[in-house]
């Protein structure tokens, strides 16, 4: 049996310490940082990213942390909503499923409160994985809060970021129950916000709520002990389930996160993938084709429903525009998606010749429970067909490791130019060495104050 109560959560993270943790899981958690502070430096330079730093910074307030890739420091808090925000604006971050859990909502909480408590490397790593397996297994355990339309990666992911900061200020077991509970007041977080500006900052959120509730645990504030757990507990009133059995440690959750090759989201990649095989090993126009249509599930089509986007965001959670980038761009990335692109004219008219057909008696659920059928039409009569399985970056069937990362790496701190090819290589460097960093300052340092800043 696991943890059963919101006690039995707390008492797990208390007693849990980096050492324990398999290796494989500590070194794949490195590889996640690294994807993941690029694609936080790179969002500084995306609309989003930037509404948000410059809205932290006019809070002033006490330089605890710092806003990656901004130049300048902010209160914990702060400077976490405005990371996690830059992070999760570029649809880059880094998934687990089936709990729908994302990580670009909790290594901001862990980076911040680490240079504001002055720890290691090893001490973030530790805090940022008992964090993610705490929401992740409430994730798996709470399932049918997402089919009610509830964001798991925001509301979970607040429990867990409290769960994480109370690790890292040696909270006893109480205090940790305290931040769990009082975590539970603040987590919130809906389905419906995709494609908008408040799916974003979800993300922020999640952290900052979380970082509160643990401080506020430590100056003594409480909540109640079972908030999980039984009738009327955050379980029965979010998910429908008032009793769970959470597995903590047994093979940890966040080895089980996908890193995200393209800056949209995940349900999206294995079509793109099949696609721009279909386009290259056939050399197909765009020019010569007459109509493309993916199939997909219910679950798909509400989180895919953008036809015609209208912003940047919604062309992230859109399969039509999705389909016109792998013809017009070739290379997809952050420049194709863009507020320019979707409301281009050409993209318009290119995206009409698309199609998206939902059929309403396939399994419900993510990638896991259908395969994708892609059909491009010629206008020559030709057709190509190809019935999309795996997205790439997945750890059950092509987990990236160390090449793969760093190249994604390497094309967020390019499109960020922020900082030099000395800098870029120090912070990979470090960060694939994390659990050996003693001090983190020159670390988040580099992050915060890019040599072209300075300059």
Known sequence: MGATTTREIAEFVRETSLSSIPTEVVDYAKLLGLSHVGMNVAGTKMKVGRTVINY??????????????????????????????????TELEDDSFPETMYSCGHWPAV???????????????????LGYEVAARLGLAFDRGMKKGWASWACLGTI???????????????????????????????LKQTGSG????????????GICAAELASLGYVGQPDILEGTHGYGELWADTPTFDLQLGDGYRIYHVGIKKYPCCFFKHRNMDGLLELIQSN?????????????????????????????????????????VACFFD????????????????????????????VHKDWPKGGVEAFDSPITVRMKDGRVFEKL????????????????????????????????SREETKEIEQQMLDLDHVGDLARLVSMLTFPQRLRT
């Not at 931040?179 to 809906?190: E, P």
């Not at 199939?295 to 389909?323: M, W």
Request: hydrophobic share 40%; with cysteine; net charge negative.
């Open 388 to 419: 999309c399985h795996d997205s790439p970056g997945e750890p059950a069937n092509s987990r990236f490791g160390p090449t793969e990362v760093i190249a994604k790496y390497q094309k967020c701190m390019d499109f960020a130019a922020l900082h």
């Open 198 to 209: 408040a799916h974003i900052i979800e993300a922020g959120f999640a952290g900052r709520n």
């Open 160 to 190: 867990g970021n409290a769960v994480a900061a109370a690790k890292l200020m040696n909270l006893d077991t109480d205090q940790t129950t305290a931040a769990i509970s009082l975590a539970v007041s603040q987590a919130a977080g809906l």
């Open 330 to 357: 070739g290379t997809v990335f952050l420049d194709s998606f863009s507020d320019e692109k979707a409301i281009n004219p050409e993209w318009q008219e290119a995206r009409s010749k698309v199609s998206v057909t």
């Open 56 to 89: 932290v910074q006019s809070k002033g307030g006490h330089a605890e942390a710092g806003v990656f890739g901004a130049g300048y420091l902010a209160p914990v808090e702060y400077a976490t909503i405005a990371n996690a925000n830059s992070a999760h604006a």
């Open 283 to 323: 050399r197909l126009r765009w020019e010569d084709v007459d109509t493309v249509d993916h199939g997909i599930n219910v679950t798909h089509s509400q989180i895919l429903k953008y036809n015609q986007p209208e912003s940047a965001e919604q062309a992230r959670f859109s399969l039509p525009h999705a389909t």
């Open 111 to 129: 980076f911040a409160l680490c240079e504001k408590y002055q720890l290691s490397g090893g001490r973030l790593l530790e805090a940022l994985i």
